[in-house]
């Protein structure tokens, strides 16, 4: 198996960073458990973006450029204006009444959103589900039977889009239809014993995943072939493939433990550490 490069430290000082994201010659990412939403660039150099008190989560933008937001606890995904005001795009209430998670937006600019489906660490395990959210902001579930949906990835044509179930040690594909619907639903890839959490593609159509308890980032085919490993001392939550050729990965890693608490009460130990990649990124996020 290839022997990565040594890591090196973009970020520190984190609570819980998510969902990273390059775009517009930084890296974008959540830090859900301070409540912020904050941009970096490649030396380090980072912006607060906004304060979104429900927890952010999820990242993605409209065809015209304004970010959206996951806010994981009061189910809403907010919108950024171009003042910097945030403002409802999408009320998630109506299907799901438990923490939503994270988000991908395809090229169209519809939303996929997964809901985990219970009180998350201390409920008792139900399974969640799938949510469309449209640029116009439409709501529609589009799956369910997930078990913790987490992570999800969409393919350059955007035709499959691949979902990280952590509780179930996969991951899903489904074809995507003209109108955003979802079919199909096929194992990608069994992980074994991995837990993945964030998720991104690479232009060789492997998956990278996060994976918190094992303390590690894994690269995989489709099937579930190991393609690399890069090990941390604290947990992965996701990761993202970028910088100016899409050749770097990010990997947002952290010590666990229940982020759900107040902003700040979260030991802000969190890093985001970067590597070069085998292969580019390609689709989406």
Known sequence: MPVLPELHTLLTGLAFGESPRWRDD??????????????ADLEGRSELIARVPGMPMGLGWLPDGRL???????????????????????????????AWSDMVVDGRGNAYVGNI???FPGGEFAPGIVALVTPGGAVRQVADGVSFANGMAVTPDNGTLILAESLANRLTAFDIAADGSLSNRRLWADLGGGYPDGICLDAEHAI?????????????????AV?????????????????????????????????TGPAGGAPRRGQVLTVPAAAPGAGWP
């Open 208 to 224: 990278w995943y996060g994976d918190v308890p094992h303390r590690r980032c894994v690269r995989v085919r489709e099937g579930g």
């Open 117 to 119: 489906g219970f009180d």
């Open 26 to 39: 930084r890296l974008w990412l959540s830090d859900m458990g301070a409540n912020e939403v904050v941009a």
């Open 68 to 98: 959206r937001i996951v806010s994981a606890r009061d189910g809403r995904l907010l919108r950024r204006e171009p003042d910097g005001s945030l403002v409802t795009h999408a009320d998630l209430t109506g299907l799901a009444g438990h």
């Open 227 to 259: 393609l690399q490993t890069v090990e941390l001392d604290r947990g992965c939550f996701a990761c993202a493939l970028g910088g100016p050729d899409r050749r770097t990965l990010f990997l947002a890693a952290a010590e666990w433990s229940d982020p």
